[in-house]
């Protein structure tokens, strides 16, 4: 199938951007890399009237140091760069990890750090892992600018904070704190498919060698990503023995998430692989923290 007939905008600045969006509201949709918007409109599941092409707006593609230690990504970085990118690697070496799991290499050649970000797909990777990373979106519209966090940003079922005139411009990834580990797992049934179940951790110990602070965030498990925050209070506080990263990963599968049953896997199945991959990731992140100090 084809789409039905829409007006397309290919603007060059941010401004003419956020003009267009003012102009159409509800009416238009923002276009990206295009990876996933293209063939829902193809199958006519999206029905925009307007297109704003991002694509020629060149202050949207940077990735930059902050002056925190943490870095900043414009929202159209294409997602090969930020997997290649040596001060990503340095800086958030969670979204570095995270990155080669994304789609397949030809699909992250076009798809951008920011669209994934703003699609909010449940099965995504990224609102995962920016949600345990904290991370900090920089939402424009000709009213002015706002950031918002992680957490107040995904909202629901592809459903985020942003406002029909608002663009998602930047993503601020902050500085790990010392002594923090990081992990990320998924299981998928190939490589490069959605992942049927999969998690972030990223662990920080004090100097008593004990857990001070922990996140385990979700996704594919709910309406977007699912932080597990009881399993978090299982861990801190605690010594990250076996038993007590054993005692998290039951908390996380059995009262932090409630995932549905489908064609590719049962509730029952979702639970046993969120047990298994939370264990790994935070047996994983607790040893890097350690290793780290």
């Not at 990250?240 to 039951?250: G, N, S």
């Amino acid at each position: 199938m084809k789409p039905p007939p829409f007006q397309y905008f290919a603007p060059t600045t941010v401004e003419e951007a956020l003009a267009h969006l003012a102009e159409y509201g509800y009416d238009a949709k923002v276009l990206a890399g295009g990876q996933s918007l293209i063939p829902t409109m193809n199958f006519r599941l999206a029905q925009p009237a307007v297109l704003v092409d991002l694509n020629n707006i060149s202050e949207l593609f940077y990735i930059r140091p902050d002056e925190d230690g943490g870095v900043r990504i414009g929202a159209m970085t294409r997602q090969r760069q930020v997997e290649r990118d040596p001060l990503v690697a340095e800086r958030a070496p969670l979204v570095h990890e995270t990155m080669p799991h994304i789609a397949h290499p030809q699909i992250r050649n076009r798809g951008t750090f920011g669209g994934s970000i703003a699609h909010n797909d449940p099965a995504s990777e990224l609102p995962a892992v920016t949600t345990a990373l904290n991370a900090r979106f920089r939402l424009r519209s000709q009213a002015g600018e706002r950031w918002v966090s992680a957490d107040e940003f995904f909202l629901g079922l592809f459903y985020t904070a942003l406002e029909p005139d608002e663009m998602l411009v930047e993503v601020a990834l902050p500085a790990l704190p010392p002594r923090t580990g990081w992990a990320f797992r998924e299981m998928a049934r190939r490589p490069g498919d959605y992942a049927l179940v999969g998690v972030a951790a990223v662990v920080t110990l004090d100097e008593s060698d004990l857990c001070r602070q922990a996140r385990l965030v979700f996704f594919s498990v709910g309406e977007g990503p699912v932080e597990a925050r009881q399993a978090a209070d299982v861990l801190t506080g605690e010594k990250l023995t076996p038993e007590v990263i054993q005692a998290a990963a039951e908390t996380a599968a059995t009262a932090d998430i409630d995932p549905s049953s489908d064609v590719h896997a049962s509730t029952e199945f979702r639970r046993h692989l969120a047990r298994v991959l939370a264990r790994r990731a935070l047996e994983e992140a607790a040893e890097r923290a350690a290793g780290s100090g």
